[in-house]
Each structure stands twice: as C-alpha cells, then as structure tokens.
C-alpha cells in the first residue's frame, strides 16, 4: 500500500518584515512615493524597516488628517507636517524628536512629555487649550500663537530664546526664569499681566 505524499509549500517571507499601519491615503502614498512604503500602493501598510531610521521627515501640506504610523518612526529628530488637516498627534515614542513643525492644524491637545530634546516648537495655527512645555527644559524657540490657551508655564525653560504666543486668551505670563529671552511676542490676549 502506498502512503499519501504530503507536500508542505512554504513559502518564505523575504522583504515582507513587520510592517506598520499606516491608514491616511495621503500619508502613505507619501512614503510609497519616497521609498518608504512596502511596494503596495493604498494597503494602509509600510515596511518598518523603511522608516525607523529616518531621522527627518516632512509632510507639510499633503492634506493629511491622520500620522497614524509616526510613532514607528523612532529615530525621527525633525518633524514638519504644518498645513494639513490634522486633529491628534501621537508623537509620545518619538524621544529623538528635536524640531516639530505641527503649525497650522486643527489639533486641541499635544503631549509632548516624552519630547525631553525639543529644540524648536511651532505649533501655531491650531486650537489648543493648554500645552505642557514643563519637560522640554531644552526648548530654543517656542511658537504657540493663534490658538486657545488661558495660560502657559514657561517657567521650566531656561533656555527660551524666541518666544511667540500672541493672538491666545492668555491672562498672565511669567518669564522671570527664561533670562535667555531676546524675543518675545505676547500681544492680542487678554491683558497680559508679567
């Protein structure tokens, strides 16, 4: 009696690697387009290979709504993605991070705990309602200008050089410790008292 023959096909996973999940159709077709992608065009997948090297990334004004993905961008230290149409920004594991450009969004919240590097700040333009900068103790130049806060503590950032915060609903604004200050901007708010 002959015995069945089992043939087992495997077929190898060559350059198919983990892959991150990347949902806007701007975004991803972005990566695609520079080499990032994983060759599928509107699969909402990169290659993670492709991207956790790169260190600066820019993606202003590509209509986006949505970095979902960003944060497998580890080694990222710069990132512009001002005058889309973004309304979150999850940039908590992008520790690399010493320049964001988020200027011109719709976002209400940042949190930028984990971002103990940054250098610059620009996130003007958007409809924030606070912004803890208390652990970017690095923080050069800080532009947070046209958006809804009631207060800012700046009083962590020593090294505050450029400071934009105008057109907000501030009340009050203390700078007594950021005695590196050359420029400050803190008109059209509510009667700012130092």
Same mark, same amino acid.
């Given at each position: 009696m002959r015995k069945p023959l089992l043939i087992l096909l495997c077929l190898p996973m060559i350059g198919f690697g983990q892959q991150t999940y990347v949902p806007d159709n701007n975004f991803e077709a972005y990566l695609e387009n520079n080499g990032m992608g994983n060759g599928i065009a509107n699969d909402d997948y990169? @290659?993670?290979? *492709?991207? #956790? !090297?790169?260190?600066?990334?820019?993606v202003t004004a590509l209509n986006i709504f949505d970095l979902t993905g960003i944060e497998d961008f580890t080694s990222l230290t710069s990132l512009s993605c001002g005058n889309n149409q973004l309304?979150?920004?999850d940039i908590i594991t992008n520790t690399a991070l010493t320049h964001l450009w988020c200027d011109?969004?719709?976002l @209400?919240?940042? *949190?930028? #705990? !984990?971002?103990i590097n940054l250098v610059d700040l620009y996130c003007e333009f958007n409809q924030l309602t606070s912004l803890d900068v208390s652990n970017n103790t690095s923080l050069y130049d800080l532009r947070?200008?046209?958006?809804?806060?009631?207060?800012?503590?700046v009083s962590n950032n020593a090294s505050l050089y450029d400071f934009y915060c105008t057109d907000n609903q501030l009340v009050s604004l203390d700078i007594s410790n950021n005695t590196?200050?050359?420029e400050l901007e803190c008109s059209q708010n509510q009667q700012v008292l130092m």
């Open positions: 990169v @290659t993670t290979a *492709n991207i #956790n !090297s790169l260190t600066i990334l820019n309304i979150s920004l011109n969004n719709q @209400t919240s940042l *949190n930028l #705990n !984990s971002n947070c200008s046209n958006n809804l806060l009631t207060s800012i503590d590196a200050l050359t």
